[in-house]
């Protein structure tokens, strides 16, 4: 049944509201505020703290953390009665096409990764289904450019720093060549193989991009550079994600670099994409590719220790928190907000 233009219009506003999005921010807001009243109670007793006017404090932290909690409530329910069934009305790919002959160009980022690029070239110009291999290295101080050259790569050098900045260069190379109609982006630090790109491919037929996801503890190597806070803090960003497009997708991982695009949706998508942004691309993009209504699918890829020294995200847990905030800050108050001064 068509609809008219009024309830279109307001059907294509509902898709786009994240009330329970906003509701979760406000309720950890409300936990936060409740367990630092907690705290202050537990050192107030343990220390014998008996002013009044402090116990008065500690009982009005404790009091008025309901009020944000009570909005996030009101929030999440209006979305989750109101809204979803709306947001669920998505179109999807249901029926698979069935292809096994078409093939991918992949692209690499690599910064410093002389010790890992030969052996990631060669593995993914082994794989049967990739056409070729575009490394983009993002002005690397050792032999990284010569090493991928001699590995058989196309070697492209993107001037600017920032992991944004190389990973839309890749974009655009692949972009280039128009005898493949997909896509593959990864890193040249051996994290991710070539045999996962079978995986991408089954993927494919049902959305626009795959995103691979390295949260399944059963595919990932006991001595990845993700430590458990970075593990858990990725995972709970992904649930913050899903939240704000509720119904578009199951996502459990913001950060990873394993993926494959469509490509001739990649010319408009790189429209509204935004170079500036630097270890939050990642999460930049995935936001991006829903909002402008093209579908994304999850698919499990094994996850490897790195070869050399990390050089992003992962350095230690607290880079990790910062760039984990500034994707939240992103998701929530737009992605110009953590591009000021890039």
């Not at 990649?266 to 209504?293: G, I, S, W, Y």
Request: with cysteine; proline share 3%; aromatic share 10%.
């Amino acid at each position: 049944m068509r609809l008219s233009p009024s309830r279109a219009r307001f059907s294509r506003l509902a898709k786009r509201l994240s009330l329970a999005y906003y509701g979760v921010l406000l309720l950890c807001f409300a936990a936060a505020i409740y367990f630092a009243g907690i705290l202050l109670s537990i050192i107030r007793l343990t220390f014998f703290f008996h002013e009044r006017q402090l116990r008065e404090w500690n009982t009005a932290i404790l009091w008025y953390s309901g009020l944000p909690a009570t909005v996030a409530v009101l929030l999440i329910a209006i979305d989750l009665i109101v809204v979803f069934p709306m947001k669920r009305r998505t179109p999807r790919r249901l029926e698979v096409e069935t292809d096994l002959t078409s093939s991918a160009t992949v692209v690499l980022t690599a910064y410093n990764d002389e010790a890992s690029i030969r052996q990631a070239v060669a593995d993914f110009r082994a794989n049967p289904r990739v056409a070729r291999v575009i490394v983009v290295e993002n002005n690397s101080r050792d032999g990284t450019a010569e090493s991928a050259r001699e590995s058989g790569a196309i070697v492209v050098t993107e001037k600017t720093p920032g992991y944004g900045r190389c990973v839309y260069r890749c974009l655009q190379e692949a972009l280039r060549y128009d005898d493949t109609d997909y896509i593959v982006l990864c890193e040249g630090d051996r994290t991710f193989r070539a045999q996962d790109i079978h995986k991408l491919f089954a993927f494919i037929q049902h959305a626009d991009v795959v995103n691979g996801t390295r949260i399944v503890e059963q595919l990932r190597g006991e001595s990845t550079q993700l430590t458990t806070f970075m593990y858990y803090g990725n995972f709970f960003v992904g649930k913050l994600f899903e939240v704000k497009h509720l119904g578009k997708g199951t996502f459990t991982d913001m950060g990873t670099t394993y993926k494959m695009i469509r490509r001739n949706i990649l010319p408009e998508l790189l429209m509204h994409l935004d170079p500036r942004v630097n270890l939050e691309f990642n999460a930049h993009f995935m936001d991006t590719v829903l909002r402008q209504e093209l579908l994304m699918i999850e698919c499990p890829v094994t996850f490897h220790p790195r070869v050399g020294v990390s050089k992003g995200g992962n350095v230690n847990n607290l880079r990790a928190l910062c760039v984990g905030l500034r994707m939240i800050l992103g998701l929530t108050c737009g992605w110009r907000m953590i591009t000021r001064g890039n």
